[in-house]
C-alpha cells in the first residue's frame, strides 16, 4: 500500500486499511459495494480469492460516511480524506458528493483546517467541481480559501455571487499577497450587488463589494475608456479583475501609509477637506484673480460668500444668478460700471473652476482635471461632500482618469495597476510613474517587488510565486481553469 | 450604474438601487394614468406660489426619502441628508440623498422622487414627472428644466449633472478633450419618431457613467425612453 502523506490517524481508522493510489485514479463511478467481485464474476474463483477479497476503495462513500455521521468533525475528517486523494479523485469526488453534501462538507471545514497550499489547491478544485446552482456552497469555498465572509451586500442593492464572478475574484485574490486579503485585519468581507455595470465601492468596516449584473460579460469585457485615457496602464485591461484589484487596494491603503505617499508631491500632493467649509477662500486664494485682491473688502467678502454658498449648496448651475444677485452689482444691466465689475468677478478662474468642480461633474474625467488654480485642481471629490486639491501636472503619469478623483482612488488605481498581470509587479509602472513603483516595492509589497504577477501552482497568495511567470489567461476559461491565471 | 423601478412601499422603493439598466420598471399600484394628474401650466415658475402646503409636503416628502435610506442601509434618518431639488413638479419632490462614510462605511448617494409617499426612481420616476408635467406635443417646460430633472434622475444611486447654463457649457469646452468639447451643448427640444424629445449632455460621478448624450423620448403615455450616447475621446 502507498502512503498516502497528510492523511491524519482519524483518517486512517476510517479508510479501511486505505486504497492504492495509483496514477490516473480511481475510477470512482465503478464502486463495488460489499467489496469483492463485481458484477460478471459470478463462477469459478479460487480459493485465495475467496479467503481473501479486496475491498476496492471508494472514497466517494468513504467521504459521504464521513458526512453523514453524526459525530463531530466529520467535514474535517473528510476534507482530511480529500487532501489525501489524487486532483482527478478530489474533483471526482466532490462531483459524486449530493449538493446537500458538498454543502455540509464546506460548511463544516473549519478556517484553521483550510490553510497551506495543499488545502488551498484542494478548496480550488472543490470550488470547481460544485455546480454553479449552488452559491452558498460556492461562497463558503471561497470564504474558506481567503478567510473573507463571502455574502451580498448587507442593504437593499445586495444580490447573490455567481460561479463566473467568484472565480475570477479568486483567481485575481490568490495572486495578491495573503497579507492583503486573508491575513489583512481591514478586509474582512467580500461582497456583491446588483448593478448594471462592473463596478465597486469599498467601506471603512472592512467590506470590499463588487457590483455587476447578468448582462455584464465580466470574461472579455475590457477598460475601454470611460475610466482611461489610451495610453494609460488600465487601458485594455479586464474591468472585473482591475476592480477587485481596485477595492482590496482601498482595504489595504492605510495599513501600508498610503495617505502620506498621497500627500506627497510624487503621490499627487493631495489635500483634503473632509466638508465644504472654507473652500471658497481657498479656491479664491489660490485662483489669485482679481477677487482676492478685491478693493473693497466688504464686497469681497460678499463675493466669497456668494462663492460658498454655491459650494455649500452645490449648485454651480446658480453661480451667475448668484452673483448677479449681489447688491453692488444687481444694477449691471444698466449700469456699466457694475457690469464691470461682474465680468471682473466671472472672469476670475476661481468661479471659471468652480463651474466643473463638483463631483457629479467628474472633473477628473477631464484632460486637465478642470481649471487650475495656481499649480492646483480643486474639486469636490464625493458630494457627502470632501473636496480635495492635488497638483495637476501629476496627471501626467496617470494611471487612470478616475485615479485622480481622490488620493484613495489614487491608491486604489495605483494598486490595481502594481498588481496587473502578466509580468512584474509594478511592470505597467515602469518608465511612467518609477517612483511610484518604488514605493510600492518598498511599502506595499511583502515581497518587495519580487514574486511576479502570477503565482505558480500551489502557492499561497503568491508568496512563492515565480517572478516573470508567464501567465495562462483565464478569459472564458471553464471551471477547470487551472489557478494562477486570471489576466485579461 | 444605472437603475431602474419603482415601488410602492417606502421601505422598499430604495431596492431598486439594486436593478440594472434596462430593467423593466414597474408600476406602482395606484398609479395615476396618464393625464390624470394635472400639469402646471406655469411651470417651474411657480414654484413659490404653492405656499405653506408645498413647503410642508416636500418637508414630508424628505423625511420620506430619511427614512427609507435609513432603513436601507441601517443608519439614523437623520445621517441622510435630503437636497430637494428646486424645480416645480405638481404633487412631485425630486431629490438628490447623501450619507456620510462615518454613518455608513461608505458615501451613499440615492437621487428619485417622491410622490404619493412613495418614492421612484430612474425612468419611472421621469414618466411620472413628464405626466405631472403633462409634457409631450405640448412642451409645457423649457428644455433645460426638462434636462435639469431627467439628468438628476439619470442613476439612482450617483449623482448625474446635466449642462443648463452656458457658461458651464463654455467653461466645460475649454478644459475637456476635442471630442467632448465638440460635443457639449446646452438641452434642445428634438423629435424623434414623431416623438417629443430633448436631448442634453451630462456627467456623473458613477464610473459607469462617462460624459454622454442623452436623448429623451416622452412617449404619449408618459413612459421615458432614454437613449444614451457615451462620448469618449478616443
Avoid at chain 1, 278 to 304: C, N, Q
Avoid at chain 1, 438 to 459: I, N, R
Avoid at chain 2, 180 to 188: D, G, I, L, Q, T
Wanted: hydrophobic share 35%; aromatic share 6%.
Amino acid at each position: 500500500m502507498v502512503g498516502y502523506g497528510r492523511a491524519t490517524a482519524a483518517l486512517e481508522t476510517r479508510s479501511m486499511g486505505g486504497y492504492e493510489r495509483t496514477p490516473g485514479g480511481t475510477n470512482l463511478g465503478q464502486t463495488t459495494p460489499g467489496g469483492g467481485a463485481g458484477p460478471g464474476a459470478v463462477g469459478k474463483q479460487t480459493l485465495t480469492e475467496q479467503v481473501t477479497p479486496q475491498a476496492k476503495p471508494d472514497p466517494v462513500k468513504e467521504i459521504t460516511d464521513l458526512l453523514s455521521g453524526h459525530a463531530a468533525g466529520g467535514a474535517a475528517a473528510a476534507f482530511d480524506r480529500l487532501k489525501a486523494l489524487d486532483e482527478a479523485q478530489q474533483t471526482s469526488v466532490i462531483t459524486h458528493l449530493s449538493p446537500a453534501l458538498r454543502g455540509k462538507l464546506a460548511h463544516g471545514i473549519q478556517k484553521n483546517a483550510a490553510t497551506g497550499d495543499t488545502a488551498h489547491e484542494v478548496l480550488r478544485r472543490c470550488f470547481d467541481a460544485t455546480p454553479t446552482g449552488e452559491v452558498d456552497t460556492l461562497c463558503r469555498w471561497t470564504a474558506l480559501r481567503f478567510d473573507l465572509a463571502v455574502t451580498s451586500t448587507s442593504d437593499s442593492s445586495g444580490a447573490p455571487w455567481d460561479k463566473r464572478g467568484l472565480r475570477r475574484c479568486w483567481d485575481v485574490l490568490q495572486m495578491l499577497p495573503a497579507a492583503h486579503v486573508a491575513d489583512n485585519k481591514d478586509l474582512k468581507s467580500l461582497t456583491r450587488y446588483r448593478s448594471g455595470s462592473v463596478e465597486g465601492w469599498a467601506s471603512d468596516d472592512g467590506e470590499a463589494a463588487i457590483g455587476y449584473g447578468s448582462s455584464n460579460n465580466i470574461d472579455t469585457l475590457n477598460e475601454t475608456g470611460d475610466f482611461t485615457d489610451a495610453k494609460d496602464p488600465l487601458r485594455g485591461k479586464n474591468m472585473f479583475d482591475a476592480t477587485v484589484r481596485h477595492e482590496i487596494g482601498h482595504r489595504v491603503d492605510a495599513g501600508v501609509g498610503g495617505p502620506a505617499y498621497t500627500a506627497s508631491d510624487n503621490g499627487g500632493g493631495w489635500k483634503t477637506w473632509d466638508g465644504s467649509h472654507g473652500m471658497a477662500e481657498r479656491i479664491v486664494t489660490a485662483s489669485g484673480g482679481k477677487i482676492s485682491s478685491w478693493s473693497d473688502a466688504t464686497e469681497k467678502k460678499a463675493i466669497v460668500a456668494c462663492l460658498q454658498g454655491v459650494i455649500d449648496d452645490r449648485v454651480p448651475n446658480e453661480i451667475n444668478t448668484r452673483l448677479a444677485a449681489l447688491s453692488f452689482v444687481a444694477k449691471h444691466a444698466t449700469d456699466a460700471a457694475q457690469q464691470t465689475k461682474l465680468d471682473d468677478i466671472k472672469g476670475d478662474h476661481a468661479v471659471s473652476a468652480l463651474r466643473v468642480a463638483f463631483s457629479h461633474q467628474a472633473p477628473w474625467d477631464l484632460p486637465t482635471g478642470g481649471v487650475k488654480l495656481g499649480d492646483r485642481i480643486f474639486q469636490e471629490s464625493y458630494d457627502w461632500p470632501q473636496w480635495v486639491s492635488y497638483k495637476q501636472d501629476s496627471r501626467a503619469k496617470k494611471f487612470s482618469r478616475y485615479q485622480f478623483r481622490a488620493p484613495g482612488e489614487w491608491f486604489a488605481e495605483a494598486y490595481a495597476t502594481y498588481y496587473q498581470p502578466p509580468g512584474d509587479k509594478g511592470a505597467l509602472m515602469k518608465g511612467l510613474d518609477d517612483t511610484t513603483k518604488t514605493w510600492f516595492d518598498a511599502h506595499v509589497d511583502p515581497q518587495h517587488g519580487a514574486g511576479g504577477t502570477t503565482p505558480k501552482s500551489g502557492t499561497k497568495n503568491g508568496t512563492t510565486a515565480t517572478s516573470g511567470a508567464t501567465p495562462t489567461p483565464t478569459s472564458g476559461a471553464p471551471a477547470s481553469a487551472p489557478k494562477g491565471a486570471g489576466g485579461p | 450604474m444605472v437603475r431602474k423601478r419603482a415601488l410602492c412601499l417606502v421601505q422598499a422603493a430604495l431596492l431598486c438601487a439594486a436593478c440594472g439598466k434596462g430593467l423593466q420598471s414597474r408600476t406602482s399600484e395606484g398609479s395615476n394614468g396618464p393625464g390624470t394628474v394635472a400639469a402646471d401650466p406655469a411651470g417651474p415658475a411657480s414654484a413659490n406660489t404653492k405656499g405653506s402646503t408645498q413647503m410642508a409636503s416636500t418637508e414630508a416628502d424628505i423625511a420620506t426619502v430619511q427614512g427609507a435610506i435609513a432603513k436601507e442601509i441601517r443608519v439614523s434618518p437623520d445621517d441622510v441628508k435630503v437636497r430637494p431639488l428646486h424645480v416645480s413638479v405638481p404633487g412631485i419632490t425630486v431629490f438628490t440623498a447623501s450619507v456620510h462614510p462615518a454613518k455608513a462605511g461608505r458615501g451613499v448617494t440615492r437621487t428619485g422622487i417622491v410622490e404619493g409617499g412613495s418614492i421612484y426612481v430612474e425612468t419611472e420616476a421621469m414618466s411620472r414627472v413628464a405626466r405631472a408635467w403633462g409634457y409631450g406635443a405640448r412642451r409645457a417646460v423649457p428644455a433645460t428644466t426638462v434636462a435639469q430633472v431627467f439628468g438628476a434622475l439619470h442613476n439612482a444611486a450617483a449623482e448625474s449633472s446635466p449642462f443648463i447654463d452656458d457658461d458651464t457649457v463654455q467653461t466645460y469646452k475649454s478644459v475637456s478633450g476635442p471630442r467632448r468639447a465638440a460635443a457639449v451643448a446646452m438641452p434642445v427640444e428634438a423629435t424623434v419618431d414623431g416623438l417629443p424629445a430633448v436631448v442634453y449632455y451630462l456627467t456623473s460621478s458613477s464610473r459607469g457613467t462617462p460624459f454622454s448624450e442623452v436623448t429623451a423620448i416622452v412617449h404619449p403615455d408618459f413612459q421615458i425612453e432614454l437613449r444614451v450616447q457615451p462620448v469618449l475621446e478616443d
